[in-house]
């Protein structure tokens, strides 16, 4: 697979069931981190997901340490509004953890600070918008990883 989208904590299931169907459509694994805002059986998650999340290479984990602990050692990325180095900047390489937060708060501030040198945004060009939506990023993030991997 060539890319692992990571969700720290997702609140919304249609968020997580789109990136889930993002995640099939881009050859990506999915590693959801706990606890979720949502059961994973919504049927707001299937709906978004439709009839593919079965087919998902989709890793559960119980928290933010069961998740760093058992991939102490793969590359990763973080993305946060609070990133100061552009999206198109990263080094995407085969098997790259991207790192989002949950859609209310984004990463936990431990992480970003513990990680300020692989701390990326997408840049926004208004004033009047603090985030993207968290399907939306995940999507622009995963096909430039793509195209710059030319997959």
Do not use: C
């Amino acid at each position: 697979m060539p890319l692992n989208i990571v969700l720290i904590e997702p609140e919304i299931p249609n968020n997580t069931g789109n990136i889930g169907r993002l995640a099939l459509a881009s050859g990506s694994n999915l590693h959801l981190v706990k606890p979720f805002g949502f059961e994973i059986t919504d049927v707001r998650l299937k709906r978004a997901g439709l009839d593919y999340w079965q087919h998902l290479n989709l890793h559960y984990y119980e928290n933010i340490e069961e998740f760093f602990s058992k991939n102490k050692t793969e590359k990763m990325v973080f993305l946060s509004s609070h990133g100061t180095k552009k999206h198109w900047d990263i080094n995407y390489t085969e098997d790259l953890f991207l790192v989002f937060g949950k859609e209310s708060k984004g990463l936990p501030k431990s992480i970003t600070e513990n990680n300020a040198d692989k701390l990326f945004k997408i840049p926004l060009y208004s004033d009047h918008v603090r985030s993207l939506n968290l399907a939306n990023a995940v999507s622009i993030i995963v096909y430039e990883g793509l195209r710059q991997l030319d997959l």
